[in-house]
C-alpha cells in the first residue's frame, strides 16, 4: 500500500563470516567476490513488502492473511482509523453501508453494515433460507487499545519546551511509551467554506513527540527500585523547543474560546497541513498519541507479529475478513438459515460504558431491527425471543500466552502457548462468559475443521481480567464463548504474537459462520 512505502523500514546490520558456506545458499544475491555488495532481507511490513510468491515467507501467499493483517495494523492508529479501514473494506466486498437514522430494505441473501461515531460498527449478511425466529451466529471484538490521549487542553510549556499534557487510557504499560518515536492520530472537526462542519480523520506520519527518559546519572537507584514514573508529571511528551518563530508566527488567530490555548499553533499547524485545510478552520479535535514504528514479521523464522494494538485489532481484522470471506460466493449464503455477524466495539479497555460501547444496546437494536425487517408479515408468537435463543455469540479478545520467563503467572495445567491456536477461555466466577456448553459447540468447529484450540484459566491466586462478553452475554441472553489469540506484552506499546496463530483464527471464524448452524442443531439442552 502507498501508505506503507512511506514508512522508513528498518534493516538487519550485520557481517556474515566469509568462511561459511551456509551464508551464501541463504542469501543468494551475496557475492563471494564482491562481499560489500552484501544487502540483508528487509523486514515485512506488509503485503507489499513481502518477499515473492515462491518464498517460504507466508506474508505474501493467497493462503495466508498475515500480510493483509500487516497492512490493517499499519493504517489503523486509532479506533476511528480501524473503523474507516473496515468500512473501506466491507464497501470493496459489495456490502451496503446502513444509516442508523434512516429506514432500512433488508432481504435474505444481502450484506449489509453500520458505523457508529466511526469507532464501532456492526457487519451482517443474511442468509437465503432465513426465516423469523432464526438465531444470529455473531463474532464480537473491540477497536480500542490502550493509549495516551491529548487533554482538552493540551497545550503547556516548560523550561522554554513545548510540552503536549496527555490523558492515560485504559490499562496500559506506560513505561514502554518512553523513548519511542511518537505522532498523532484521530480526528479533527474541520469548518468547511459553506459553514457547514467536516468530520475528518488525520495521522501524522513522521515522528512528532517524545517521552524522554531521565539519565541513569540522574536516578541512580532506577534499576534496582524500579521504574515508577509520575503519570501526570512525568508522562508529557515533548513537542519542541519554544523560539520566537512558535511565539509570534505561528500565534493562533482562532476567535474559538475553546481552541484558543487547548492546542499548540505549531502542532494545529502540523495538523492542518496533514488535512490541506487552514488552521483556523479547525474548530475541534480527538487525538490519540501512537506509535510511528511499523507493525512487522519477527524472530528468527519471521513466524512473530511485532506490533503496537494487537489486542484487539488481530481479532477484529481475523472476524471482518472471516465474514467477508464467509460470503464472497454467490453460493455461499445459498444453505444459511442464520444471519452472520460482525460486531466490533469502542471503549472495552475502560469498561464498554458508552454509546459506541459494548456495554450499549447497538448489537441488540441491530438484531431487533434485521429481524423485523425480515419478517415480512409474520404474525407467529415471539420471534425476536426466540432468535435470541438460536442466537451464539463468540467474544474474540487477545489471550495471554505463556511467557517463557515468568511461566509461574499462569496456571500450571493451563499455559496456552504462541503458534499453538486459539484459545478458550473459562472462569468460574463469570469474568469469562464460556460455559461448558459454549466451550463443547465452538470446539466442535475446530474439531470439524482440523483446528487447534487451547484453555486458559487465571490461578486463583491472581486477579482474572474480563472481555465484553460477559457484557452481552448478560445484556439479552445470549448464549456465548469467550475466545483468543495467545500473545506476549499485552497493553505495550508493542506486543507480540504468532504468525500461524492469526490464519488459524481466520480459519476458525469462517468455518465457525460456515458451519456452526449444522452443529448446534445436534444439540439441545432445554426443553
Known amino acids: 500500500m502507498a501508505a506503507i512505502s512511506r514508512l522508513q523500514l528498518q534493516l538487519l546490520h550485520f557481517t556474515p563470516s566469509l568462511k561459511s558456506p551456509s551464508i551464501f545458499s541463504r542469501f543468494p544475491h551475496f557475492s563471494r567476490s564482491s562481499p560489500r555488495k552484501f544487502f540483508p532481507p528487509r523486514l515485512l511490513c506488509s503485503v507489499s513488502d513481502s518477499t515473492p510468491q515462491n518464498s517460504s515467507s507466508e506474508a505474501g501467499s493467497s493462503s495466508s492473511i498475515v500480510g493483509d493483517l500487516l497492512d490493517y495494523l499499519n493504517e489503523s492508529w486509532t479506533q476511528f482509523h480501524a473503523t474507516a479501514e473496515a468500512k473501506r473494506q466491507l464497501v470493496a466486498a459489495g456490502f451496503h453501508l446502513l444509516d442508523e437514522d434512516e429506514e432500512w430494505d433488508l432481504k435474505p441473501g444481502g450484506c449489509y453494515f453500520f458505523t457508529r461515531n466511526m469507532s464501532c460498527f456492526v457487519a451482517f449478511s443474511i442468509g437465503e433460507k432465513y426465516v423469523p425466529g432464526n438465531g444470529f451466529h455473531v463474532i464480537a471484538a473491540h477497536t480500542d487499545s490502550p493509549c495516551l490521549k491529548l487533554k482538552p487542553k493540551s497545550s503547556s510549556n516548560k523550561c522554554n519546551c513545548l510540552m503536549v499534557?496527555?490523558?492515560?487510557?485504559?490499562?496500559?504499560?506506560?513505561?514502554?511509551?518512553?523513548?519511542?518515536?511518537?505522532?498523532?492520530?484521530?480526528?479533527?472537526?474541520?469548518?468547511?467554506?459553506?459553514?457547514?462542519?467536516?468530520?475528518?480523520?488525520?495521522?501524522?506520519?513522521?515522528?512528532?513527540?517524545?517521552?524522554?527518559?531521565?539519565?541513569?546519572?540522574?536516578?541512580?537507584?532506577?534499576?534496582?527500585?524500579?521504574?515508577?514514573?509520575?503519570?501526570?508529571?512525568?508522562?508529557?511528551?515533548?513537542?519542541?523547543?519554544?523560539?520566537?518563530?512558535?511565539?509570534?508566527?505561528?500565534?493562533?488567530?482562532?476567535?474559538?474560546?475553546?481552541?484558543?490555548?487547548?492546542?499548540?499553533?505549531?502542532?494545529?499547524?502540523?495538523?492542518?497541513?496533514?488535512?490541506?485545510?487552514?488552521?483556523?478552520?479547525?474548530?475541534?479535535?480527538?487525538?490519540?498519541?501512537?506509535?510511528?514504528?511499523?507493525?512487522?514479521?519477527?524472530?528468527?523464522?519471521?513466524?512473530?507479529?511485532?506490533?503496537?494494538?494487537?489486542?484487539?485489532?488481530?481479532?477484529?481484522?481475523?472476524?471482518?475478513?472471516?465474514?467477508?470471506?464467509?460470503?464472497?460466493?454467490?453460493?455461499?449464503?445459498?444453505?444459511?438459515?442464520?444471519?452472520?455477524?460482525?460486531?466490533?466495539?469502542?471503549?472495552?479497555?475502560?469498561?464498554?460504558?458508552?454509546?459506541?460501547?459494548?456495554?450499549?444496546?447497538?448489537?441488540?437494536?441491530?438484531?431487533?431491527?434485521?429481524?423485523?425487517?425480515?419478517?415480512?408479515?409474520?404474525?407467529?408468537?415471539?420471534?425476536?425471543?426466540?432468535?435470541?435463543?438460536?442466537?451464539?455469540?463468540?467474544?474474540?479478545?487477545?489471550?495471554?500466552?505463556?511467557?517463557?520467563?515468568?511461566?509461574?503467572?499462569?496456571?500450571?495445567?493451563?499455559?496456552?502457548?504462541?503458534?499453538?491456536?486459539?484459545?478458550?477461555?473459562?472462569?468460574?466466577?463469570?469474568?469469562?462468559?464460556?460455559?461448558?456448553?459454549?466451550?463443547?459447540?465452538?470446539?466442535?468447529?475446530?474439531?470439524?475443521?482440523?483446528?487447534?484450540t487451547q484453555d486458559f484459566v487465571v490461578r486463583n491466586d491472581m486477579g482474572c481480567g474480563s472481555t465484553i462478553g460477559p457484557i452481552l452475554a448478560s445484556g439479552a441472553g445470549i448464549r456465548t464463548v469467550d475466545c483468543g489469540i495467545p500473545q506476549l506484552s499485552m497493553h505495550s506499546i508493542r506486543e507480540i504474537c504468532g504468525k500461524e496463530d492469526i490464519d488459524t483464527a481466520y480459519k476458525y471464524f469462517k468455518a465457525f459462520y460456515k458451519t456452526f448452524s449444522s452443529i448446534d442443531r445436534k444439540l439441545k439442552v432445554d426443553g
Open 165 to 452: 499534557n496527555v490523558q492515560t487510557y485504559g490499562g496500559g504499560l506506560w513505561h514502554t511509551w518512553f523513548d519511542r518515536d511518537l505522532s498523532v492520530a484521530g480526528r479533527v472537526i474541520v469548518r468547511g467554506s459553506d459553514g457547514s462542519y467536516l468530520h475528518k480523520l488525520v495521522k501524522v506520519r513522521r515522528p512528532l513527540l517524545r517521552i524522554p527518559t531521565l539519565a541513569i546519572h540522574l536516578d541512580r537507584t532506577v534499576n534496582q527500585d524500579g521504574f515508577k514514573p509520575n503519570l501526570e508529571t512525568q508522562l508529557i511528551p515533548l513537542l519542541a523547543t519554544k523560539t520566537e518563530d512558535n511565539s509570534v508566527e505561528l500565534k493562533d488567530k482562532s476567535n474559538d474560546s475553546f481552541l484558543k490555548d487547548s492546542i499548540h499553533p505549531l502542532l494545529k499547524q502540523v495538523i492542518s497541513e496533514e488535512l490541506c485545510c487552514a488552521a483556523d478552520d479547525i474548530v475541534s479535535f480527538e487525538l490519540n498519541v501512537c506509535d510511528t514504528q511499523p507493525s512487522c514479521l519477527g524472530g528468527g523464522n519471521e513466524e512473530f507479529i511485532f506490533s503496537g494494538r494487537l489486542d484487539n485489532l488481530a481479532s477484529s481484522y481475523c472476524a471482518l475478513r472471516a465474514l467477508i470471506d464467509s460470503c464472497e460466493s454467490t453460493s455461499d449464503l445459498k444453505s444459511e438459515q442464520a444471519v452472520r455477524m460482525v460486531a466490533l466495539f469502542d471503549n472495552e479497555e475502560v469498561g464498554s460504558g458508552s454509546i459506541q460501547g459494548a456495554g450499549a444496546p447497538t448489537m441488540f437494536q441491530a438484531m431487533r431491527r434485521i429481524a423485523s425487517g425480515l419478517a415480512q408479515g409474520y404474525v407467529g408468537e415471539g420471534a425476536f425471543e426466540r432468535a435470541f435463543r438460536q442466537s451464539f455469540l463468540v467474544s474474540a479478545d487477545m489471550a495471554h500466552g505463556v511467557h517463557p520467563n515468568f511461566t509461574d503467572k499462569h496456571e500450571e495445567h493451563h499455559r496456552p502457548e504462541m503458534q499453538k491456536g486459539i484459545v478458550i477461555k473459562h472462569n468460574a466466577n463469570q469474568r469469562y462468559a464460556t460455559s461448558g456448553v459454549t466451550a463443547f459447540l465452538f470446539r466442535e468447529v475446530g474439531r470439524i475443521h482440523n483446528l487447534p
